[in-house]
Each structure stands twice: as structure tokens, then as C-alpha cells.
């Protein structure tokens, strides 16, 4: 088992911006994938970005061009920057890792992103 923590959610005026961090157990180059999802309550978890090992990075069509997902190697971290934030980006965002052949997959608490108009 790993821990995944999120980070950096909080209320913000559309239009502003918000990075979220993920901080793992151990080091983030031991998953295969680190990705951001997002939840709203009666919808199904939805995949926002990923990060593969090698660096290579997938966007949702609804968020490419305004958020970008990032390795901080320093700190041991995936970050998630947001930007241009719209109202319909409110949800809890979620952090998750992927391991292994058989694809082990865990997931953070969650963080809660809330974006007024």
C-alpha cells in the first residue's frame, strides 16, 4: 500500500487559479502513471490529466490548454496548476497511482475545489 495525500484545493473566483499537490509515500518514479481525477456527487469520477514515468502527459478535452499536470521532483510530488478555473470545475479532486504489471491502483482522499462565478 501506498499514501497518497492531495493538497492545495480551496474556494477561488472563476477565472483565478489554484495548483494542487500530490504527495506520495516513497518515490512518485516507482508508479508506471500518476493521474488528477475529479468527482462530483452523483457523477461518475472523471479522469482531468496524467503523467506517465516517462513524462509524457494526457489532458481531458475539457481542461487541455488551461490546466497542465507536473512532476516537483524536489518535493516528491505531481501537481495539477489550473488555470482559467470556470464554475463547472468544482468538484473534489482526486490523486491516483498506478504500479506494477497487474496495475495496482491507488488513490488519495481527495481535495475539495469549489470555483464561484
Known amino acids: 500500500q501506498v499514501q497518497l495525500v492531495e493538497s492545495g484545493g480551496g474556494l477561488v473566483q472563476a477565472g483565478g487559479s489554484l495548483r494542487l499537490s500530490c504527495a506520495a509515500s516513497g518515490s512518485i518514479f516507482s508508479f508506471d502513471v500518476m493521474s488528477w481525477h475529479r468527482q462530483v456527487p452523483g457523477k461518475e469520477r472523471e479522469l482531468v490529466a496524467l503523467i506517465s514515468r516517462d513524462g509524457s502527459t494526457n489532458y481531458a478535452d475539457f481542461v487541455k490548454g488551461r490546466f497542465t499536470i507536473s512532476r516537483d521532483n524536489a518535493k516528491n510530488t505531481v501537481n495539477l496548476q489550473m488555470n482559467s478555473l470556470k464554475p463547472e470545475d468544482t468538484a473534489v479532486y482526486y490523486c491516483?497511482?498506478?504500479?506494477?504489471?497487474?496495475?495496482?491502483?491507488?488513490w488519495g482522499q481527495g481535495t475539495q475545489v469549489t470555483v464561484s462565478s
Open positions: 491516483r497511482a498506478i504500479r506494477g504489471l497487474a496495475g495496482l491502483v491507488d
